[in-house]
């Protein structure tokens, strides 16, 4: 879903960049520009969050489903793909984490105001752009690996015995 969500936003934010920028990529009003950047980061960081929790579980998938595979059924650049996607997971996880603990370091002061708390979540949006940004454009590589992970005969399961056949149970009663 994530990659979806994530096509239609950036093909928003591309329309809205074309129009509003000059034939050199200046935008012809900064600060409507730079407020615009902002929802499309904070936009992609929440379509994110549906694949965040399984995220993981995902690369961890991916790698195992790489050992078992075909070597000549494997796109080089699989491997690579699944590294990148997990350094960038890393990073996401240390800016929600760090944003997490300055929020909770803040409960004994004063309240923030609105403005600086949407400046507090812009920012980490911001900073999280280039790792989202990863997982919009290699995260297609998980898809690829499974579905030549589901075409492929499973090494692992022809390797393990068929179960026995189970003896034939007589009914209890009499025997005669």
Known sequence: MFLVENEAILAAWDAYSDKHTDADGWPYDEVSYGWRMVQRDSETWRAFQEVRPSARELLATAAVQLQ?????????RWAWQVAELARALEKLKTLQRGHAEV?????????????E?????????????????TWATQGRALLGIHA???KAPTRILG?????AASPVRRPAGRRG
């Open 68 to 76: 078992h595979i075909n070597a000549d059924d494997i796109e080089p």
């Open 103 to 115: 929020r909770e370091a803040r409960r004994d002061l004063p309240p923030v105001s609105q403005e």
């Open 117 to 133: 708390f949407v400046d507090s979540l812009a920012e980490r949006n911001e900073e999280a752009w280039d790792s989202l940004d």
């Open 148 to 150: 030549v992970a589901l």
């Open 159 to 163: 390797a393990v015995p068929a179960p």
